[in-house]
């Protein structure tokens, strides 16, 4: 205000405005229980530009009144001035506003992460507007009759106003002149901005930097625990080595809860990175990942770089922990195993594939004992005790607790680890019996000999630790038959548990996932250098040639991408009904259908910028790109709507086509109009500009997010700047002359 007006007390009108509404942001987070977070400070930001512009455009106008007052030497009173100059722009403003309200409602509609991270930015711009639609209507008026008084100095004592004005004549002069033609050619270049929007990139979330990495490299289902810890030290000192690494801790195994089902196989890393203030020249997080995992690549080894509240969102949402995977759905684990390698070696085809690893599914060792009901019979056993030792012996058994201090910690026994890290030695693990049995061997193992009566006697034990017995028992149960009462054990005997099971190692499914009532087996897919929508593009059509799928079998890709197919699914229906009642308040505001559509024009003109804009800043579509062209249509129409008041406002005052005797005297009444709305204009695209700058120019935690919402927007600025000086007064006035000329017919048609 104070550049373009040149008048102090009049800016103050513009900050007390939006110190007020933002005060009453605030007010509507406490009401709302909300916190003051980086997205709700963004919705806040962006929101700086719309809430002076009411403001801004209503002073501005209030000068002109006055201008025009004091030039013509009016002994109006000056607040009548300028209340009159509010109530000319207060109904258009607030409508305006309520637009620029209503235009958030696809982004309240988001659900799941999405909903989450952008609800707050929209709630809080949301409440500023909102606010600020009152002032325009209340605060701001009042403001003015307080604030302007004193000399005001005219527009055309304005150096800046006058070099504006005086660019801005000719121009639209001639523009007018040729509408049909700068009409096509607006359309033309809306027509090539569809170029680069086909090459726009598609994610369903921007890389958001946290300031920290994870890395979840994973391999065979089969590893030992003393290899797997061997692994994540290398891979930690490897880590460590880099010079932007602060600290490296890696992680193997997972917790003894049913909330981390981790297997052994794939380890996670959490990589603290020094500020960007201490990188090497040059280096960037992308040149960064790609070294270190240079140095992390082994053979059997699948790694995955991501951020850590990242990948914990991404594991709770699809249960991926990559951006992109696949699953595959089947009534056998074969199946889908055989499904799985198909597509993880068609996948590696694709450009730009990092890393591609399917679970295997059948790749676990077990360690099976089966107990062999027959031989315990014939010891006097049951299966209960053998599994019992099983279960203290090898497992290991908690049989008490001790207390140091305010610390417990339990007292588990089991056998020392040479004694049960091998198959023989697990075999060979000792099982008390109560009886031993007649003659038939067990297993192929001699049964235990026991010499001496109840009365008493020596064991006599075999060199293999079995015990023999005499060979005169006919019976099929041994010391439990009636016919050999004298073979009674003495003391406790102990038999080796591979007499009384069958102890093996066998090969099966590590773990068993189910979905939707079906199996399911997973495939996990990291990129580089692709867009998520365009590498998911590409890989169905690879997998759709490459991959046969035997009946029965389904995959569905899953990640950020089915994500980002819920959200497209979603403002496919959200953003034409919210664009519908963008147009019913424009309508009920301006009481024409031809006025509503041509403030709606501003929504595809100021599009074009914003697309352009993308794509000169490589920057993919997502959530936060469509939030920000959300915003940027409430802009545009607001844009649009006062310079269609301006020039609503010359036709009226020529008393409508009566007014003008042809298109020319059109052309100059739309000139003066259109010169009447250069400042407001250049004030209301200033202060939006101004109000993104900050964003703009971050580089903290969250500037990632917050760069993809402004850049649109700022963008669209540009084109929308164009497009409400030319294009609208072109199009306003190509409407017009046709009524005049129709006039001028009818009123021929009567003469003759």
Excluded at 107 to 122: I, M, N, S
Excluded at 223 to 250: K, N, T
Excluded at 465 to 479: F, L
Aim: proline share 6%; net charge neutral; aromatic share 6%.
């Amino acid at each position: 205000c104070l550049v373009f007006l040149f008048h102090l007390r009049s800016s103050l009108v513009s900050v007390i405005s939006l110190i007020v509404a933002t005060i009453g942001s605030f007010i509507a987070f406490w009401a709302l229980q909300m916190t003051i977070n980086i997205m709700s400070l963004a919705g806040i930001v962006l929101a700086l530009g719309d809430m002076t512009d009411s403001s801004v455009v209503l002073v501005e106008n209030a000068h002109k009144k006055i201008e025009e007052a004091e030039r013509e030497g009016s002994k109006i009173d000056r607040k009548e001035l300028v209340i009159g100059a509010a109530r000319d722009l207060g109904p258009s403003m607030f409508g305006a506003l309520l637009v620029l309200t209503i235009a958030f409602l696809p982004v309240f509609v988001l659900e799941g992460q999405e909903g989450r991270l952008f609800r707050p930015l929209a709630l809080a711009k949301t409440a500023s507007m909102a606010f600020s639609s009152i002032l325009a209507v209340t605060l701001v008026p009042a403001l003015m009759v307080l604030f302007l008084r004193g000399k005001i100095r005219p527009e055309a004592r304005n150096p800046i106003n006058r070099l504006c004005v005086a660019v801005y004549r000719p121009v639209l002069r001639t523009v007018l002149r040729g509408r049909w033609l700068v009409l096509a050619g607006a359309l033309l270049l809306t027509g090539i901005t569809v170029w680069p929007f086909m090459r726009l990139g598609s994610e369903f979330m921007p890389p958001l930097f946290e300031g920290d990495l994870l890395y979840m490299p994973i391999t065979v289902p089969s590893m030992p625990i003393e290899e797997a810890r061997r692994l994540v030290r290398w891979q930690d000192g490897q880590i460590a080595s880099v010079p932007e690494i602060e600290r490296v801790f890696g992680k193997v195994g997972r917790a003894d809860s049913a909330l981390d089902p981790a297997p052994l196989s794939m380890f996670e890393t959490v990589v603290r990175l020094k500020p960007r203030e201490t990188w090497r020249p040059g280096m960037t997080l992308d040149k960064l990942i790609a070294e270190l995992e240079a140095k992390t690549t082994l053979p059997g080894v699948q790694g995955a770089w991501t951020m850590p509240i990242k990948a914990r969102i991404d594991m709770l949402s699809t249960g991926i922990r990559t951006p992109i995977g696949v699953k595959v759905f089947g009534p056998t684990l074969e199946g889908i195993v055989a499904v799985n390698d198909q597509i993880e070696a068609a996948l590696r085809k694709v450009p730009g594939t990092t890393s591609v690893y399917a679970e295997r599914e059948l790749g676990g060792f077990f360690l099976d004992i089966t107990p062999d009901r027959e031989a315990i019979a014939r010891y006097g056993v049951n299966v209960r005790d053998v599994l019992d030792v099983v279960e203290s012996a090898i497992g290991g058994m908690d049989v008490s607790t001790t207390f140091e201090g305010r610390e417990r910690y339990k007292i588990n026994v089991r056998y020392p680890r040479d004694m049960r890290q091998d198959l023989e030695a697990l075999r060979n693990v000792l099982v008390p019996v109560r009886a031993i049995p007649a003659r038939r061997p067990v297993n192929g193992v001699s049964p235990a000999r026991i010499a001496g009566t109840s009365g008493g006697g020596a064991e006599e034990m075999e060199p293999s630790g079995a015990m023999s017995q005499p060979q005169d028992d006919e019976s099929m149960g041994g010391p439990m038959s009636a016919a050999a009462p004298s073979q009674s054990t003495v003391g406790p005997a102990y038999v080796p548990l591979s007499q009384l099971a069958t102890v093996e190692t066998v090969m099966g499914p590590p773990m068993i996932k189910s979905e939707m009532g079906q199996l399911t087996g997973w495939i996990y897919v990291d990129t580089q250098g692709r867009d998520i929508g365009g590498y998911v593009d590409d890989a169905k059509v690879v997998v759709a040639r490459e991959v046969k799928l035997p009946p029965g079998f389904t995959i569905k890709w899953t990640g950020q991408y089915e994500l980002l197919e819920r959200v497209r699914a979603r403002m496919a229906v959200v953003v034409p009904l919210t664009l519908g009642i963008v147009f019913l308040i424009l309508y009920l505001n301006f009481r024409g259908v031809p006025q509503t559509l041509l403030v709606m024009t501003g929504v595809p003109f100021a599009a074009v910028g914003a697309i352009w804009t993308l794509w000169l800043m490589r920057f993919n579509t997502s959530v936060a790109v469509w939030v920000g062209m959300i915003a940027l249509l409430g802009v545009a129409a607001e844009t649009a709507s006062v310079m269609v008041v301006y020039l609503d406002e010359a036709w009226a005052a020529q008393g409508g086509a009566a007014g003008f005797s042809d298109v020319n005297s059109l052309i100059e009444a739309s000139v003066e109009a259109g010169a009447k709305r250069v400042r407001p204009l250049l004030m209301t695209v200033m202060t939006n500009i101004l109000g993104l700058l900050p964003v703009l120019l971050d580089t903290g935690v969250g500037a990632d997010v917050a760069k993809r919402i402004a850049a649109p927007m700022w963008g669209g600025l540009v084109s929308l700047t164009l497009l409400t000086l030319l294009v609208v007064p072109a199009a306003w006035v190509l409407w017009r002359s046709r009524q005049i000329s129709k006039r001028s017919s009818d009123a021929r048609i009567s003469h003759s």
